[in-house]
């Protein structure tokens, strides 16, 4: 006997037709939970070399970032100077409240550096500061490949000694404003220089008998100065100004310790008094002196002793005020060809005011905020073209850094 079947052919075809759609559907689906799988894994296990030159504040914070992003099997850390000379340094840091929480994430203990607070700011030492992030980075030594060469310049000879296949995936230039490693990879040195629409004026003062502990700073608004014995008259003048939350008048911050004092004087270009004009072109260099003098003795703590006709000496200043700008590169993250090798530049090496406001490392650190992600982007690359994606992000963040700073950044910085 033979069986026949019940179902049409119409409906045989509609079976087979479901079927194979099914399976279709499902090997896609395989397909793609496997590659999502496979990509994971392949991310997950992504780890590059990362060579970072220069250790001052933001080459150090750079290595920490980079050890933080996970995807680093080996960092190297250059300073052409050694250890002795690199933590010498006696200018104070003024960490601003985002720099702080930055740093907290980065794991940095704030309780276990020698410091103060004072308005949500922590107050320390470069060299302090220094010192702590590569006592942290000693201990990542356990986690991950970790060298650090101190006395050791990044130069063309230390490029050519280095094993063609050894080369880094990234490099994180962070030699300061005076260095040159962007030259030897070949990198532009073209700067965008551009106004902050300020006037300013720095002062030093140099007190070895004093106290060289990390102090909170002072800061003093609305300030005149009595130039009538210049033919000048105080003519308090109050225009809107361009910079945010800036007040009318000079604004003078006081900073550092009291071993090494600076001062820094400055307005906004819109307060456009006659005073200002006259600082701008005088050609006696004690007027200037005369009002760090005066500003300093009105303002100082109590505790440390005023300016006398006989300490002068141990007084630097600017000679006239000056117009406050801000150069950054055009070129802060490349590519070389060849080498297969994403580069961006940090700090000051990628941006850096005319003027000294004693927190010009937060300025370097807004930088690094972008870093991690560039890290992991370059790791996990799958081709060419992902890199340069992630070169284009890091260029835009940096131009951002900077088009930011000189819209705002003198306003928290001093007129606040
Ligand atoms: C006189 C003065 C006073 C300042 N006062 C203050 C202040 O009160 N508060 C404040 O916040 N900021 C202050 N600053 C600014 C502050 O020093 C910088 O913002 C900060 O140091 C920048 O950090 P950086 O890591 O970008 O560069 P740097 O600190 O300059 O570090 C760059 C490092 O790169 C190394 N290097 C250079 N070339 C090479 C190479 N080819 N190979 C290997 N290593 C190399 C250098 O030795 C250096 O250690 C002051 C600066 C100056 C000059």
Not at 1 to 13: F, G, T
Not at 24 to 39: E, I
Not at 108 to 129: L, P
Not at 162 to 173: K, N, S
């Amino acid at each position: 006997m033979v069986a026949v079947s019940a179902e049409s052919p119409v409906d045989q075809y509609q079976t087979l037709a479901y079927d194979t759609a099914l399976s279709t559907v499902l090997a896609v689906l395989v397909y793609a939970v496997v590659k999502v799988s496979l990509d994971g894994i392949r991310q997950w296990r992504a780890r590059i070399s990362v060579l970072i030159v220069g250790s001052g504040p933001i080459g150090l914070t750079a290595a920490l970032v980079a050890v933080r992003s996970g995807k680093v099997l080996k960092l190297t850390l250059l300073d052409e100077r050694y250890r002795s000379a690199l933590l010498c340094r006696p200018q104070q840091i003024a960490l601003d409240p985002r720099s702080v929480r930055f740093l907290l994430d980065l794991g940095v203990d704030f309780d276990n550096m020698e410091g103060c607070w004072h308005n949500e700011h922590f107050f320390t030492k470069i060299g302090v500061f220094q010192e702590y992030l590569l006592s942290i980075l000693e201990q990542k030594k356990k986690k991950v490949d970790v060298e650090i060469h101190l006395g050791t310049k990044f130069s063309e000879e230390y490029l050519r000694k280095m094993p063609r296949g050894e080369w880094p995936r990234v490099i994180v230039v962070a030699d300061g404003s005076c260095g040159d490693s962007c030259s030897v990879l070949g990198i532009s040195s073209d700067y965008i220089v551009e106004s902050c629409h300020a006037y300013g004026a720095n002062a030093t003062i140099e007190r070895p008998d004093q106290r060289q502990v990390p102090t909170p700073e002072i800061r003093a608004h609305s300030l005149y100065f009595d130039l009538s014995a210049y033919g000048i008259d105080t003519v308090r003048e109050s225009r809107r100004s361009s910079q945010p939350a800036a007040k009318p008048g000079f604004h003078l911050k006081i900073y550092g310790t009291f071993r090494n004092r600076c001062m820094a004087l400055a307005c906004t270009s819109d307060a456009d008094s006659k005073m200002m004009h006259f600082l701008r072109h005088t050609a006696n260099s004690s007027i200037m002196k005369n009002i760090f003098h005066q500003s300093f003795n009105a303002y100082k703590t109590d505790i440390e002793p005023r300016l006398s006709e006989l300490t002068l000496h141990h007084m630097q200043c600017s000679r006239k005020l000056f117009q406050i700008m801000l150069s950054y590169r055009r070129v802060s993250a490349a590519y070389i060809e060849g080498d297969n090798v994403a580069v961006t530049v940090e700090g000051e090496a990628a941006r850096v005011l005319n003027f000294d406001t004693g927190c010009g490392v937060n300025l370097g650190l807004r930088g690094l905020e972008s870093l991690g992600l560039f890290i992991y982007r370059t790791a996990t690359a799958l081709d060419q073209n992902d890199v340069f994606e992630a070169l284009s992000a890091k260029l835009q963040h940096s131009r951002h850094v900077a088009e930011t700073f000189r819209k705002s950044g003198l306003a928290s910085a001093v007129f606040e």
